[in-house]
Structures are given as structure tokens and as C-alpha cells.
């Protein structure tokens, strides 16, 4: 499996702010993957984060309120924009590690909690 | 986004009873996660399923891939107090890309 790190985990923001996540794993990986959790809800796909191009963005999710970065296999960074109390939600980083017999698995990060006041 | 079927929402039981839970797609999937998430903390993966009609066990859980291929279940034994949490599966199909379902809130009385 794969180790996954998130920074920050938890922050408050005010709106209008904008807040840059970052995912860190321990190994090089093949996908990595954002999604939103709301409270209470299931998890939402935002986007995959694609190495060295733009990112692919899962319908009504668009680059200028999620940009996103992945300058190498084991690094990404998740930004949200111009926030509004409506993007309170956790932020979780996801891998699927794409070796070995088991390549399809994904694995998750603990997860960034925001709060727009 | 698109989303499976869990069943059931929320589940209070008994210390030491059995639990089952299940997911359902109206599309055809080949793998099959089911995850375990507790308050404030990023899913963790209990048992992967790769092909139809695998059981696969981790500890006390056990898992089935459904035979149609457009199913999963969950079944935890002896149930204690730390199953508490919230249990989602995953599908895909041929893609890395997985559809959560809506997650089976699980409570234990002890």
C-alpha cells in the first residue's frame, strides 16, 4: 500500500481566500485523484491530477475554482478558490499505486477539513 | 456525481451480532473496494474483490463480489464497538476511475 500525507490537515478560512492542499505519498504511484466530501455525504470525484498536463475534471468541477498541479509521481497540490461557506467539505488526496497484481486498488490521505466563514 | 446504491443507510446493532451490508450498480463492474471511515479521518481500505463470485476475508470482515458482476457485500461477524464508523464500497470497471456509494453508517451498542 501506499503511505499518503495531506497538508494542512484542517484549516478555516474566510471567503474570498484561497487555500492550497497538498498530497505527498511515500512512492511513486500511476493516478492520483481529488475528491470533496461533504458533511455527511459520500465522496465526489473533482478531478484526476495528471503528471507534466491539466488536470481532468469531473463535470461541475472547473480549473479556475480547482486548479491543480502534478509536477512528478508523488506530489499534487489541490487549490480552491475564491472560497464560499458552500465549499466547507473535506478534501481527500486518493492513489492507485498502478504496480503489481494489484493495481487497480486506491488508496486515500487523511483528508484536509475546511471551513469557509 | 454518479453514485451506488448502499444498503442499509444506518444500522444500530448489539454488540457481538453479525452485520451485513451490500451495494448495488445498474453497471457491471470489475473491482469492487469496500472502505471503513471514521469521524475526522480519510477512508481506509478493509478488502479489495477482483473477480465475480470471489469471498475474500480480512480478520472478521468478509467480502463478496457479486456473481452479476453489479453487486458487492459486506458482512462484519461479532461485531464490537470499534466497527463504529461509516462503510462505503467503491466500483469500477476497467478504469482507475471508482464511483463511491452513499455508505452504510454502522453503531454499536455495547
Known amino acids: 500500500s501506499a503511505v499518503i500525507s495531506q497538508k494542512p490537515s484542517r484549516d478555516i478560512c474566510q471567503r474570498g481566500t484561497s487555500l492550497t492542499i497538498q498530497c505527498q505519498v511515500d512512492?511513486?504511484?500511476?493516478?492520483m485523484f481529488w475528491y470533496r466530501q461533504q458533511p455527511g455525504q459520500s465522496l465526489t470525484l473533482i478531478a484526476t491530477a495528471n503528471q507534466g498536463s491539466e488536470a481532468t475534471y469531473e463535470s461541475g468541477f472547473v480549473i479556475d475554482k480547482f486548479p491543480i498541479s502534478r509536477p512528478n509521481l508523488t506530489f499534487s497540490t489541490l487549490t480552491v478558490s475564491n472560497m464560499s461557506p458552500e465549499d466547507s467539505s473535506i478534501y481527500l488526496c486518493?492513489?492507485?499505486?498502478?504496480?503489481?497484481?494489484?493495481?487497480?486498488?486506491?488508496?486515500f490521505g487523511p483528508g484536509t477539513r475546511l471551513l469557509v466563514l | 456525481g454518479q453514485q451506488l446504491n448502499q444498503s442499509p443507510q444506518s444500522m444500530f446493532i448489539q454488540e457481538g451480532e453479525d452485520v451485513s451490508m451490500n451495494c448495488t450498480s445498474s453497471s457491471i463492474f470489475n473491482t469492487w473496494l469496500w472502505y471503513k471511515q471514521d469521524p475526522g479521518e480519510g477512508p481506509v481500505l478493509l478488502i479489495a474483490?477482483?473477480?465475480?463470485?470471489e469471498l475474500t476475508s480480512n480478520g472478521r470482515l468478509t467480502a463478496q463480489f457479486g456473481i452479476t458482476r453489479k453487486d458487492s457485500f459486506l458482512n462484519i461477524s461479532a461485531s464490537i464497538p470499534s466497527d463504529v464508523g461509516i462503510y462505503f464500497c467503491?466500483?469500477?470497471?476497467?478504469?482507475?476511475?471508482?464511483?463511491f456509494g452513499t455508505g452504510t453508517r454502522l453503531k454499536v451498542l455495547a
Open positions: 512512492s511513486q504511484v500511476t493516478m
Open positions: 474483490l477482483y473477480k465475480a463470485g
Open positions: 467503491a466500483g469500477a470497471s476497467g478504469t482507475y476511475k471508482y464511483i
Open positions: 486518493s492513489v492507485v499505486p498502478g504496480q503489481g497484481l494489484r493495481q487497480e486498488t486506491q488508496y
